[in-house]
């Protein structure tokens, strides 16, 4: 560690004095992961140049090759991860990579995990070939979306306790890191007894209780007769449908997956998940609240932290896998402020919402500067964009809230309907208009940041009336006695037939804005002038948490209950699926590289962030041609 050095974050405002510390916690280095010929990158003098490529071909027992199985490899004294899938030969490329000594595994649902150690000299190309060997038991293999497509369905008590299951157990942490445990019902029971006490109280009085947990307490003992049915100690084995796969354009993703240290040590999180084998991350042993992640203008990651740790942004470099931890410090002048969402500007300054205002970081100085909403605004949380000129928006209490920082002044744009207050996410269309959803109400809402004209657009996919259906009328007296999708507002969980939209984006230099419906499972595309919706049911069985646009107009999403990455073209309406190489991230955010092209996403129970890379197929054919000459 090198000495805490002090900072001015900008003025003192509003009485508050803003500092930053800032603590280098972790240098271990050396390169292993970028796709080359993807990305250009400088090099220091001193670094050898990339060495030879690491590949093979993965078969099963029966000698024939394995398509779509996930390989991966870490250098031993390195704090990151690369994987890279096979093609439909069942052959494995990993792009140009320096000399050393790196862990290897090799897994699939249905497989034991392969484990090898092998060197790479830089003298010539590493061919290692795997054979896998099936297993009996992929139970701890399984994907949350994978459990619920496995769980029956077939009569509407089953869909109903399902949906319940789905919308209300699967927020914070993957449904794989429960199901893969079998219990009676008096188990069950006491687990989802247990998602009731989250506020750390026991057996907490009604009157006690947030909404969402008023509602895992309504359907308690239906959750637990169902799960109990079905994964029981005496429960016949399931029918499980695995999904496919990854083929194609799926298969030519490299994924790193950088590891953050948790608390005030460089230590990681003891289980992330990345054998399979061994069940799905569960957050255990001080996950640090990773949420959000985004990437300046020279690659460079810098990770929003939630958690009760000495951190409130992360910055990580690409190449070398060093984190340095930022504190900015909260009024009492100890503590951290937290880190939540964040956005860009087009300045390429990073925003976070921190604690109720705004922090702005210019990555190039390194430099942290707050702004305050007025006396009487209430707070900023949950999402942050930029418009066109540069304007901050924010999330708001019964509305949107907009901040001007060349001027320091704010404005903020209210909702019609005001439901308990509580908006999700907000953006800034290609016109700058703002569009925020109410999650508790299942609207999205339009303000015309001209005329101040505002319109409410109700998210009621095709499929809301069948899973509303579902409800019982008792179910429905329940939740209209806690005001469900009126006035009682469910910060954390919302109605099981509801479309609960999320944290949404727009195409900002198209006509749409994109809406992820979180319990609805689809996409939402909505044209800013004439407000056509068209609803894009999702191609897993997850929940959609963020959206985000790229430069082609293709949508992308996080799925947390499936671990997967989605992006739908439009133009085609062909979706691709990407997943995550360690199981049980949980990603509840997503970001674009606007530059090299990358996606990212923030594993917040298992500590890390992943960099997704897009190889075509001629690139990997010439990394694959250039390792057979370089190997003779």
């Known amino acids: 560690m090198r000495p805490e050095t002090r900072r001015q974050g900008g003025a003192a405002i509003g009485g508050w004095r803003f500092v930053l510390a800032t603590l280098a916690v972790a240098g271990l280095a050396t390169f292993f992961g970028t796709a080359h010929g993807v990305v250009a990158r400088a090099q220091s003098a001193a670094e050898p140049s990339p060495g030879f490529v690491l590949m093979g071909t993965i078969r099963g027992a029966d000698g024939k090759p394995l398509g779509g199985i996930t390989v991966s490899a870490r250098a031993k004294d390195r704090t990151f991860t690369t994987s890279v899938f096979t093609d439909d030969d069942g052959l494995y490329v990993f792009p140009p990579t320096r000399g050393g000594t790196y862990r290897f595994w090799a897994q699939a649902v249905g497989f034991s995990t392969s484990h090898a150690e092998v060197t790479i000299d830089e003298s010539r190309s590493l061919l290692h070939d795997v054979t896998l060997q099936s297993t009996i038991d992929i139970t701890p293999q399984l994907s949350g979306v994978e ?69 895992i307490r309504f359907h308690r003992n239906d959750v637990a007769k169902y799960l109990a049915k079905y994964r029981g100690p005496t429960s016949p084995p399931l029918d499980f449908k695995l999904q496919p796969r990854p083929r194609g354009e799926a298969a030519r993703a490299v994924v790193t997956e950088y590891d953050l240290p948790i608390g005030d040590t460089d230590e990681a999180v003891r289980h992330n998940g990345s054998d399979w084998s061994e069940g799905p991350g569960s957050g255990t042993h001080g996950s640090n609240g990773v949420h959000d992640v985004l990437v300046d203008a020279t690659g460079t990651a810098w990770v929003a932290s939630t958690g009760r740790t000495h951190r409130t942004i992360t910055k990580v470099d690409v190449e070398t896998g060093q984190t340095t931890a930022f504190k900015v410090l909260a009024a009492d002048g100890v503590s951290a402020r937290p880190a939540h969402s964040s956005g860009r500007d087009p300045a390429g300054n990073l925003w976070f919402d921190s604690g109720g205002i705004f922090i702005r970081l210019d990555p190039t100085t390194e430099t942290f500067t707050p702004f305050f909403p007025p006396f009487g605004m209430g707070i900023v949380y949950n999402h942050v964009d930029s418009d066109s000129q540069g304007r901050i928006w924010g999330n708001g209490r019964y509305g949107a809230v907009r901040l001007d920082p060349m001027t320091n002044k704010w404005r903020m744009f209210q909702q019609r309907t005001p439901s308990d207050g509580f908006t999700y996410g907000v953006t800034a269309d290609s016109k700058d208009n703002a569009w925020w959803s109410q999650w508790d109400a299942d609207i999205l809402v339009k303000a015309d940041t001209t005329t101040g004209k505002v319109d409410e657009i109700f998210m009621h996919d095709p499929n809301y009336q069948a899973r509303k259906g579902l409800a019982t009328p008792a179910d429905l007296e329940f939740y209209e006695s806690i005001g469900g999708l ?147």
């Not at 985000?548 to 990455?565: E, S």
Request: aromatic share 8%.
């Open 486 to 632: 009126t006035w009682g507002g469910n910060p954390a969980n919302p109605l099981p037939f509801a479309a609960a939209p999320r944290r949404l984006a727009a195409d900002k230099t198209g006509n749409v804005v994109w809406v992820p419906n979180w319990a609805g499972q689809n996409l939402a595309k909505v044209e800013i002038d004439t407000l056509k919706t068209t609803y894009y049911p999702l191609p897993i069985n997850g929940n959609p948490y963020i959206t985000q646009v790229d430069a082609q107009h293709n949508v992308w999403a996080a799925v947390p209950t499936g671990d997967r990455l989605v992006k739908l073209d439009p133009s085609t309406e062909r979706w691709t699926v990407y997943p995550l190489p360690s199981m049980g991230c949980n990603p509840r955010h997503m970001s674009l590289d606007p530059l090299r092209g990358d996606a990212w996403m923030p594993c917040g129970v298992t500590s890390r962030v992943a960099r997704f890379q897009f190889r075509t197929a001629q690139q990997i054919q010439a990394q694959r041609a250039g390792a057979q000459i370089a190997g003779q």
């Open 147 to 215: 459990w619920l497509d496995s769980l029956p369905a077939d009569t509407a008590e089953d869909q109903r306790a399902r949906q319940i299951l789905r919308v209300a157990c699967s927020d914070c942490h993957n449904l794989s890191v429960a199901l893969q445990n079998r219990f009676d019902e008096a188990g069950w029971t006491a687990m989802v007894k247990t998602m009731e006490e989250l506020g750390g109280r026991i057996d907490p009085p009604d009157e006690a209780l947030g909404a969402f947990a008023k509602i």
